[in-house]
């Protein structure tokens, strides 16, 4: 059964979980986060406060940043609503651009990592400070250009603690590691694989075999172009295989001669395992949106690396979405984020 509720303004299109899907989970809008400038970027959960939450805003312009809010929760402790944000960190990219779809903690939570647009680069922001303390051209790792999202794998996956970095233009998923550059951040090696996928790379997360309609470790890929969130299969690497995508959710957003939105970000819910999506409506913050996921059975729980709580149900996820191109009727491929 598909329970799907929307809050405040009517959408020109309506996210629906696919037939696959929509018997074992249900779909609810949680509305927006007024004070947040658009567009969203990535989130992620603070380590060991599963009741607050990190957003970014004006994503993909010097201007960004990341805030941090209070999540409010009904008695069964599903998000169902937002409290006042404020400005928890700058994340500008390297001379252009900014905070795109990536934003995760480092396994060790010391670190928290974020993708840049349309400068192909990752931020690194140690604990405490408001700021990045380190920038990642990833060109000089032959990452093409340009970055859309990065996660780490987490404990009980195969590659369990590797970096995973998606291309947004070139569809491109790479496998890599970090180690530590001795004043408190990390290196980032060079890819030692590549994937060639499809549909606008941004966010992903993983989710444990034996959850409704996940019979392997797989993941979920939310793919902007598309304005969609796929299904993989993963391989022994912790990496998506190619021909086991399906559709997960279709219709995130929508293309238009005059309005673009799709979905960036992913995330999970410590305390629950839903998973959220948003999706962001051009030049209007009242428009941009936060979706929540639930598991309407017994989900498996799975230990994300970058929050620091004792256990994480399995699915939870954040979707969230934002203005990127000028002309949504051009190829797909050759959108340009604004």
Do not use: C, W
Not at 211 to 238: H, K
Not at 281 to 287: A, C, K, T
């Amino acid at each position: 059964m598909l329970i799907l509720s929307m809050v405040g303004e009517a959408q020109a299109t309506t996210p629906t979980l696919t037939s696959s899907f929509s018997n074992s989970y249900s779909l609810t809008d949680l509305g927006s986060v007024q004070q947040i400038p658009p567009a969203y970027g990535g989130l992620t959960f603070q380590p060991g406060d599963s009741n607050t939450l990190l957003i970014s805003g004006s994503a993909d312009t010097p201007d960004a940043g990341i805030y941090s809010l209070k999540v409010t929760r009904n008695s069964d402790n599903h998000i169902t609503g937002f409290g006042i944000p404020s400005l928890f960190a700058k994340a500008p990219g390297l001379g252009s651009g900014g905070i795109d779809a990536g934003l995760v903690y480092s396994p060790s939570a010391d670190v928290l990592f974020y993708t840049s647009y349309d400068d192909n680069s990752v931020g690194q922001i140690k604990s405490g400070n408001s700021g990045p303390d380190r920038r990642i051209d990833l060109n000089s790792l032959g990452i093409a250009s340009s970055t859309g999202a990065l996660n780490f794998v987490p404990e009980g996956f195969a590659g369990a603690g590797r970096l995973k970095i998606t291309s947004y233009t070139e569809n491109t998923f790479y496998d890599t590691t970090i180690t530590p550059d001795g004043s408190g951040t990390y290196n980032i090696s060079a890819p030692s694989k590549s994937i060639k996928l499809d549909g606008g790379l941004d966010g992903f997360i993983y989710v444990k075999a034996g959850n409704p309609g996940f019979s392997q470790d797989s993941l979920l890929m939310s793919e902007y172009d598309n304005t969609s969130v796929a299904a993989y299969t993963l391989d022994a690497n912790g990496d998506p295989i190619p021909g086991t995508r399906q559709d997960f959710i279709k219709e995130l957003g929508y293309h238009s001669p005059t309005s673009l939105t799709g979905v960036a970000g992913a995330t999970l819910d410590p305390l629950t395992g839903d998973f959220l999506f948003s999706a962001y409506f051009e030049d209007s913050p009242s428009g941009s949106r936060i979706f929540e996921v639930r598991s309407l059975k017994n989900p498996i729980s799975v230990l994300e690396p970058n929050v620091a709580v004792a256990s994480l149900a399995f699915l939870g996820f954040v979707l969230l979405s934002r203005n990127k191109r000028k002309n949504p009727l051009e190829k797909k491929h050759s959108y340009n984020r604004i």
